[in-house]
């Protein structure tokens, strides 16, 4: 199934050493979505060195989450405000790149649309004509092969846990400069949604969404999280998904399989810079959808980038206010599933060790929240 495995060479993979070797983080105060992005995300960049090395005269392309895909105001708010990639932070990002010389970015994401990227973009309240005012942009579901011919194989250097290898949208290798956008959020299984869960959703819903084989396939990747449903037709009623290891069925639980899951798409398909939004956001979960908490807006008014995702993430989950980074699973916030951080870390990808990551701009202790619930 798919094309033949295409591993990361060349120019490509030496930025991805690069990033895996840089543990400085910026923490920038951000409190609306008006100009003051630009401010905090232009003063960011230039606390970790400027972009102008990372992507003059090359394509940027650019993982952003739109959850879901549902796009209906929470608590009178947009979506962006709460729990999906808003467009002031993607409009600020944009002319960041240009202005460091990008020659082209590209916004992807899997979706569970059949619709043009474009066209669900808007939905999602983005300003594509304002985008493209700023220079060349693209954008792609990159649910299936989309506008390649053949899916792009990534094999995963560390072996992997579950997956050995992936086969993704050509997108993610027709980029010289891979970014993740996302949201400063908590989940209900992998405990926090940061820059490296982000990539969970990267795998094409047409190889592993639950109607898989199918490019014509728009449901959501269940399997991957668990097998219940599907364990009594067969080996989950004939799923391979491509790359998949011996042991991809077992153990049956999410909160194993999906941190692992996460820590070898991160493997596969590198991220050179990782931003999280939290200046506004949920106070708990991913999405509207998960139940048994209180949900309201959180406003912890910060904007987080850096050039390594692990210890990116590590300095969110610190300024989320949960006091162990490394904590091990059934303690917050990794109550439900296994740490993804400590397993990124084996894996080689960065350290989530606070003590060996540089924090510039705001420190973590004065914009740590309190509105994240332990």
């Known amino acids: 199934m798919g094309a033949a495995m295409r591993p990361l060479v060349g120019a490509e ?39 102008g090395s990372l992507v003059k005269g090359k394509t940027v392309t650019v993982k952003i989450n739109l959850t879901g895909s549902k796009f209906e105001p929470l608590f009178g708010r947009p979506v962006g405000e709460s729990y999906v990639t808003h467009p002031a932070t993607a409009m600020a990002l944009t002319a960041a790149l240009f202005t460091a010389g990008a020659r082209r970015v590209r916004f992807v994401e ?14 999602a309240g983005f300003d594509w004509n304002a985008l493209q005012a700023l220079g ?8 299936n092969l989309g506008k390649g011919r053949n899916y792009a194989g990534f094999k995963v250097p560390s072996g992997g ?12 290798a027709d980029t010289d400069v891979f970014v993740s956008l996302c949201k400063l959020k908590t989940h209900g ?7 490296m869960k982000n990539l969970f959703g990267i795998t094409p819903n047409a190889l592993y969404g639950d109607d898989a084989p199918s ?11 668990n097998l219940k449903g599907w364990d009594n037709q067969g080996p989950a009623a004939v799923f391979d998904p491509p790359g998949s290891k011996r042991d991809f069925f077992v153990p049956n639980d999410s909160g194993y399989r999906i941190p692992r899951i996460v820590t070898d798409v991160c493997g ?19 999405g509207p959808w998960v139940k048994g908490r209180s949900q309201k807006i959180a406003s912890p008014g910060v904007l987080i980038c850096g050039l390594n995702p692990v210890a990116t993430d590590t300095v969110g989950t610190a300024v989320m206010g949960f006091p162990d980074v490394r904590a091990v699973r059934g303690v917050p916030p990794f109550g439900p599933g296994d740490n993804h951080l400590v397993l990124a ?19 973590i202790e004065k914009v740590r929240s309190k509105e994240f619930p332990s």
């Open 13 to 51: 993979s030496a930025v991805a050493g690069d990033s895996a070797r840089n543990a400085k983080v910026s923490i920038l105060s951000c409190r609306g979505y008006g100009r003051e992005v630009k401010a905090a995300m232009d003063q960011s960049f230039d606390l970790l060195g400027g972009l």
């Open 110 to 123: 899997s979706t569970q649309l059949r619709q043009a990227m474009e066209k669900t973009l808007v939905d």
């Open 136 to 143: 060349p942009v693209e954008a792609e579901n990159t649910r």
């Open 161 to 172: 846990h579950l997956f050995e290898s992936f086969e993704l949208n050509h997108a993610y």
């Open 189 to 195: 299984t992998t405990g926090i949604t940061l820059t």
């Open 215 to 225: 490019e014509d396939g728009t449901k959501g990747r269940g399997r991957l999280h």
């Open 268 to 286: 596969a398909r590198p991220i050179h810079l990782g931003i999280i939004d939290g200046i506004t956001t949920l106070n708990w979960a991913e």
């Open 345 to 363: 870390e084996r894996a080689g990808l960065g350290t989530c060790d606070l003590a060996k990551i540089e924090v510039v701009g705001q420190p």
